[in-house]
């Protein structure tokens, strides 16, 4: 456990480190270095390192956490294998009579339930079914100030032709995910 005085050293450490910032760093220089995607390499603090490392994942942006896995279809849930069931399943049963494309399988977690200007998303999945197993891709939002950076990984993820499926999506999920692209 660290201590009181431990932490409040670090933070000074902090305010020391952005005070020693060039004076003469022109505002541009200082945007860029802000702006998603920006060239710098992604700095990882130590807490924040520890979290990668305990969920297997890596930091594609400050801020922002990617966890991939994979589960073979063989694997059971329920009961029988996954490939089974998508075997017994017509694809427009599955989709209730919709488009026969890939399926983008969808999930968030937010920060509350009334949507609006304060509610984040903080966690958001993405699953499709290949060949031989589900892929899964899991950001995570770090913090707040990383949500440009978060916003800009999802879209990454975002497939055309690719049909949305989601348990609550185009009630919650999706208005919520707009909004937050909107601001």
């Not at 305010?15 to 541009?28: F, G, I, Q």
């Not at 075997?87 to 999930?107: A, H």
């Not at 937010?110 to 609006?116: I, Q, S």
Request: glycine share 14%.
């Amino acid at each position: 456990m660290i201590s009181l005085r431990a932490r409040r050293a670090a933070l000074g450490r902090g305010a020391d480190a952005r005070a020693a910032e060039p004076a003469a760093a022109s505002l541009r220089e200082r945007l860029a270095r802000l702006r998603p995607g920006a060239s710098a390499p992604v700095k990882e603090p130590q807490r924040t390192r520890c979290l990668a490392e305990y969920l297997g994942g890596r930091w594609l942006a400050e801020g922002v956490l990617l966890v991939e896995t994979s589960v073979p279809l063989t694997d059971r849930h329920g009961g029988f294998p996954m490939a089974d069931w998508l075997r017994r399943r017509p694809q427009s049963e599955v989709l209730g009579g919709g488009s026969s494309g890939r399926l983008l399988f969808l999930d968030t977690e937010t920060t509350g339930l009334a949507g609006g200007t304060g509610t984040l998303v903080f966690l958001c999945g993405f699953a499709r079914l290949g060949a031989e197993d589900l892929q899964i891709h899991q950001y995570l939002l770090a913090g707040p100030a990383a949500e440009p950076r978060f916003l800009a990984a999802l879209e990454g993820e975002l497939g055309a032709g690719e049909t949305l499926v989601t348990y609550n999506g185009l009630g919650f999920d999706r208005p919520l995910l707009t909004a937050r692209f909107r601001l």
